[in-house]
């Protein structure tokens, strides 16, 4: 349960598949938050106060006001930040070994394979000025690769880390929501399709996946935020 004395934790966030992570989370654990949009279109992730929080100019990242031995701590990136609140919490992250090995192990797949393969794909399907077949079809069959092996795996098991929801499904849910702009045929996933149902039915979910949602716009549209996000190089 939440500690009632939770001062509320600061969310560095903007409505996108990484930010929907900890917006879900955070209306999961019912922990208290306060929103500081950054509008990564208009380049906030670029502003010194956000890079001292997330250096890597991405969100999410928090501030949690009652961090370790009651002092605050940031931390950026999804993965780690739902592993922290996980562990703060202690829920939707078993602390039995096989459990948080296979919790940690479908959470790394989301991180590094799941969320940079299906924002490639958005990127070369939807925002690139020139239409590139071979970046199209790599990045569009690498996503229905990655839904095969979560298909098979969600054969046999309710949720990706085995019979309990945890941050494994949540890291993923808001990128699975979008299979449509990555190029895929969800009917091809019966059992994903099934998880991603269930998974979307819970109602912190649809709480978090509403987090200022009026805010978020179609980038494809967009050519300013199009320059700020794609045209970055080391500063
Ligand atoms: N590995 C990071 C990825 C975060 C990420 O890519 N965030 C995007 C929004 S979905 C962002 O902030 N982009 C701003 C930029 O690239 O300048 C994580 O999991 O937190």
């Known amino acids: 349960m939440a500690d009632a004395q939770q001062q509320p934790i600061e969310l560095l966030y903007w409505p996108t598949p990484n930010g929907w992570k900890v917006s879900i ?3 999961e654990c019912g922990l208290p938050y306060d929103i500081k ?22 969100i999410p990242a928090i501030v949690d006001p009652d ?5 605050p701590i940031s931390v950026f990136e999804s993965g780690a ?6 562990r703060k919490t202690g829920k939707f992250y078993p602390t039995d070994e096989r459990k948080r090995v296979a919790v940690d192990e479908w959470l790394f797949w989301q991180v590094g394979g799941l969320g940079p393969m299906a924002g ?7 925002y690139a000025p020139e239409k590139i077949p071979y970046a199209v079809s790599r990045y569009t069959n690498e996503v229905h690769r990655l839904y095969g092996v979560m298909n098979t795996r969600l054969k046999d098991n309710a949720y990706l880390a085995g019979d309990e929801y945890t941050i494994a499904d949540i890291a993923c849910v808001g990128w699975a929501k ?6 895929q045929d969800i009917a091809e996933f019966p059992h994903f399709a099934r998880w ?5 039915a819970r109602p912190a979910v649809q709480r978090g996946l509403m987090v200022n949602a009026e805010a978020r716009a179609d980038l494809s549209k967009d050519k300013a935020a199009q320059g700020i996000l794609f045209g970055q190089r080391a500063r």
Do not use: C
């Open 25 to 27: 989370m955070l209306e």
């Open 37 to 58: 949009l950054v509008n990564i279109g208009k380049g906030d992730q670029f502003a010194p106060d956000f890079l001292a929080v997330s250096p890597n100019n991405k």
């Open 67 to 71: 961090g370790p031995g009651g002092e």
């Open 81 to 86: 930040i739902l592993q922290y609140l996980g």
């Open 120 to 126: 490639q794909a958005h990127h070369f399907r939807l």
């Open 178 to 183: 979008l299979w449509e702009r990555q190029g």
């Open 196 to 200: 991603l149902e269930t998974v979307k």
